[in-house]
């Protein structure tokens, strides 16, 4: 992660520094990119404005230097970044292929995709990590009501609390419908072709994305699960959680040099 300045939005000390600083929350990344997809707003902005088909990663890469400047940069740098990105968004609009028309910059969707990035964050933490007890979740959901003002999101689309934010996933994963369009940009996601990397080295990591997926979501793009390989992946997670917590953090953190490093692998 990004240096963290001294006056950031989220300064030393804070839960949202201290997990966003863990490097294996990047395994949520195709899941957050998936669930971002399904709303069929999101896919459509994304398919008409984007090269998403010809580097998933690299967007991926590029949204989370964007947000960790605006969470852990100084107050200019982090201003610079929403400007810039308020910027790209007032061009991306359009219709969905059900007829309904989009723009990047409606609070609605700007919520989404920031509830999405909140939730797999929790997700992930309490799959691979397990450091934050009721109240730390708590506080880290506290804590991302920060970024949504940031973004000019009205604090009435921001549930009140962590239980009601989880409630309201679970009311979009049920009633969201996967578009034509979500379930073709997302081949780039779980199969991608990565510079010299061959198809089956991604395995593993499509086995942790369909797993962290709501059922609903899951079924929406035709993903397959069974329960061998649930058993498989709910013991990488418990090992996961033994042997990271022993690491030093030197070693756990993925510098965002490094991280930059493997999106320009492809």
Do not use: C
Request: glycine share 8%; proline share 9%; net charge neutral.
């Amino acid at each position: 992660m990004t240096r963290i300045a001294p006056d950031a939005l989220y300064p030393v000390g804070t839960v949202t520094a201290r997990v966003l600083s863990e490097s294996v929350l990047l395994l949520g990344g195709p899941r957050a990119l998936l669930m971002q997809l399904a709303h069929p707003a999101v896919a459509a902005g994304v398919a008409d404005h984007s090269g998403f088909d010809a580097d998933p990663f690299g967007r991926l890469v590029r949204t989370l230097d964007a947000m960790n400047t605006i969470a852990f940069g100084a107050p200019g740098d982090a201003d610079a970044v929403l400007d810039h990105l308020r910027r790209v968004h007032s061009g991306v609009k359009g219709t969905t292929v059900g007829g309904d028309a989009y723009e990047a910059n409606d609070p609605d969707l700007l919520f989404w995709v920031h509830a999405t990035l909140v939730d797999t964050v929790l997700v992930v933490e309490r799959r691979y990590l397990g450091y934050l007890d009721e109240a730390g979740q708590d506080q880290y959901y506290e804590e991302s009501k920060q970024m949504a003002t940031r973004f000019e999101i009205p604090d009435g689309l921001v549930p009140p609390d962590r239980r009601s934010f989880e409630s309201f996933m679970d009311e979009q994963a049920r009633t969201l419908e996967v578009s034509t369009t979500a379930r073709s940009l997302a081949r780039a996601i779980l199969h991608p072709r990565v510079g010299p990397i061959p198809p089956p080295a991604w395995e593993p990591l499509r086995l942790v994305t369909v797993d962290m997926l709501p059922r609903p979501i899951r079924e929406g793009y035709g993903l397959g699960w069974d329960r061998r390989r649930k058993r498989l992946v709910q013991t990488s997670q418990a090992v996961s959680r033994l042997v990271l917590p022993r690491i030093p953090p030197p070693v756990r953190n993925l510098p965002t040099a490094t991280r930059r490093g493997l999106a320009r692998a492809g």
